[in-house]
């Protein structure tokens, strides 16, 4: 299984100026994805929870506070998606999806929103590309 390496998810999450390489990983790693058995509802399960905290996060200062909580709990429910579904494919998503989202949790608190959409720009890529390599 392909696997994307902590230096390049900390560049994609941190660092605007790593959009190519976010493709070029989010490629690899969707296909990859598919290959490895991965169903566009079990990616979903996890995306849909994000898009959710992204709406929170455009909200405003109260509601960045509980996206930023949100996130922070996402943490352990990918943990558990990882252990209940059967096939080693979520594990996978998660073991990338994990450290991608700490580089947002403990980034400066001035360099959180930024971080985070640059995680949810590679998510989205991520299923864009499973999706394109023909996941189901």
Same mark, same amino acid.
């Given at each position: 299984?392909a +696997?994307?390496?902590? #230096?390049?998810?900390?560049?994609?999450? &941190? !660092?605007?100026? %790593?959009?190519?390489?976010?493709v070029? %990983?989010?490629?690899?790693?969707?296909k990859?994805? *598919?290959?490895s058995?991965l &169903?566009?509802? %079990?990616i979903?399960? =996890?995306?849909?929870?994000?898009r959710q905290i992204q709406?929170?996060w455009?909200?405003? !200062?109260e509601?960045?506070?509980?996206?930023?909580?949100? =996130?922070?709990l996402?943490? #352990?429910?990918?943990?558990?998606?990882a252990? *209940?579904?059967?096939?080693i494919?979520? *594990?996978?998503?998660? $073991?990338?999806?994990?450290p991608? =989202?700490n580089y947002?949790? +403990?980034?400066? +608190?001035n $360099? %959180?929103?930024? !971080?985070? &959409?640059?995680f949810v720009?590679?998510?989205?890529?991520?299923?864009?590309y499973?999706?394109?390599a023909?996941? *189901?």
């Open positions: 299984m +696997t994307i390496s902590e #230096p390049d998810i900390k560049k994609i999450v &941190t !660092n605007s100026e %790593q959009a190519e390489l976010l070029k %990983q989010a490629e690899q790693f969707g990859a994805l *598919k290959e058995g &169903t566009t509802s %079990q979903r399960a =996890l995306f849909g929870e994000v709406g929170l455009s909200m405003g !200062n509601q960045q506070s509980q996206a930023r909580r949100r =996130l922070i996402l943490k #352990p429910k990918m943990a558990y998606r252990k *209940k579904e059967s096939g494919a979520v *594990k996978e998503l998660v $073991e990338v999806l994990e991608a =989202l947002v949790v +403990t980034a400066q +608190t $360099e %959180q929103a930024a !971080n985070f &959409t640059r720009e590679f998510f989205e890529a991520i299923l864009a499973h999706k394109a023909g996941g *189901k």
